[in-house]
């Protein structure tokens, strides 16, 4: 069984910053891929981040590119989000999952079978 704990959501000014942490239990957490999805209020659950297993490979969804980072700490089963820039629109509860996959080629929710209780993130203007 794998559980994932995530941190550092919290309420930020248009233009900051903020780090999430997903830390993971289970050895075999570190085999597999992990992403980020958010659930803004009244929508649909979305995408925001890949990262393979190894670290070497990330993929983002359009709307966040060069303003978000993905990362890993294997060592600390870690996965981390900072976020820069930040607009109101990026306001929703972010939720990490591991993926069943350990490549990044299918980011879609079906692959993945864990998923963390989520954090608040909000973005005031």
């Known amino acids: 069984q794998v559980q994932l704990v995530e941190s550092g959501g919290g309420l930020v000014q248009a233009g900051g910053s903020l780090r999430l942490s997903c830390a993971g239990s289970?050895?075999?957490?570190?085999?597999?891929?992990a992403a980020w999805f958010r659930q803004a209020p009244g929508k649909e659950r979305e995408f925001v981040a890949i990262?393979?297993?190894?670290?070497?490979?990330?993929y983002y969804t359009d709307s966040v590119k060069g303003r978000f980072t993905i990362s890993r700490d294997n060592a600390k089963n870690m996965v981390n989000l900072q976020m820069n820039s930040l607009k109101p629109e990026d306001t929703a509860v972010y939720y990490c999952?591991?993926?069943?996959?350990?490549?990044?080629?299918?980011?879609?929710?079906?692959?993945?079978?864990?998923w963390g209780q989520g954090t608040q993130v909000t973005v005031s203007s």
């Open positions: 990262i393979s297993w190894s670290g070497e490979d990330t």
């Open positions: 289970g050895r075999t957490f570190s085999h597999y891929a």
């Open positions: 999952a591991r993926s069943r996959l350990s490549g990044i080629g299918d980011y879609t929710e079906g692959t993945y079978d864990y």
